[in-house]
């Protein structure tokens, strides 16, 4: 049912474009967290603002949306109106939230709301695939927080933990390639969007996590993540 797969996708894509960090900061300090560090609308930037409860609310709001999302899709996985064109041309669960993940994932870093310049994904990637395969996101959150423990690189921690996930997913979750494809693109989208980190890290010019920057530097190397 390809409507079906269409309502999902842009239930999803909406639903993972609502901004919290901007929202938060905006409601709570009146200021737009676009001027702000790096400028990035995710937990990190906003953390780093000085609004580290702030933080902490954005991860867990962006987190949050992704797990509703998945969630929609698979209701209405198992509803009537799935059911209804059951022998035809009914929609795949598995694939169903797949597609769910990707545009919750995808409406995060592209919001229609903020002229399509929104955070790095990580935060609602872990809430859209926490519900999907949960134990490669417990490999992948390992992989994340022994990086960020021992490096302070949370670009680093995020890119790694990126690229183990798909495998992860593959061994301990699905092994149908078809609907793993979107678990890739949702990896491949954070990594690329870790362009200018990734740089940086290669420069030795990335920022820290918990290190102080220097105020000139504050607006044009800060660390962009999440």
Not at 35 to 48: D, L, M, P
Not at 194 to 202: Q, Y
Request: with cysteine; hydrophobic share 55%; glycine share 10%.
């Amino acid at each position: 049912m390809i409507a079906l797969y269409i309502i999902v996708a842009v239930v999803a894509y909406l639903l993972g474009s609502i901004p919290f960090g901007y929202l938060l900061v905006k409601i709570f300090r009146g200021q737009d967290i676009r001027s702000t560090g790096s400028g990035n609308i995710g937990a990190t930037n906003v953390a780093r603002s000085g609004a580290k409860g702030l933080g902490a609310a954005t991860l867990l709001l962006d987190a949050l949306k992704g797990t509703a999302a998945v969630a929609l899709a698979g209701v209405l996985a198992h509803s009537k109106l799935n059911a209804a064109a059951a022998g035809q041309s009914a929609a795949s669960p598995e694939m169903l939230t797949a597609v769910a993940a990707l545009a919750a994932v995808v409406g995060h870093i592209f919001p229609v709301w903020l002229q399509f310049k929104g955070g790095k994904g990580v935060a609602t990637a872990l809430g859209v695939f926490v519900m999907l395969f949960p134990w490669a996101i417990l490999v992948s959150l390992s992989v994340f927080i022994l990086i960020v423990v021992t490096t302070r690189y949370v670009s680093l921690g995020s890119v790694l933990a990126a690229i183990v996930f798909p495998v992860a997913s593959f061994f301990l979750g699905s092994k149908d390639w078809i609907a793993l494809l979107p678990v890739c693109a949702v990896s491949l989208i954070i990594v690329i969007k870790h362009h200018e980190n990734i740089r940086r890290l290669i420069a030795g010019t990335e920022s820290r996590f918990g290190a102080a920057k220097p105020a000139a530097a504050s607006s044009s190397s800060g660390e962009k993540t999440l």
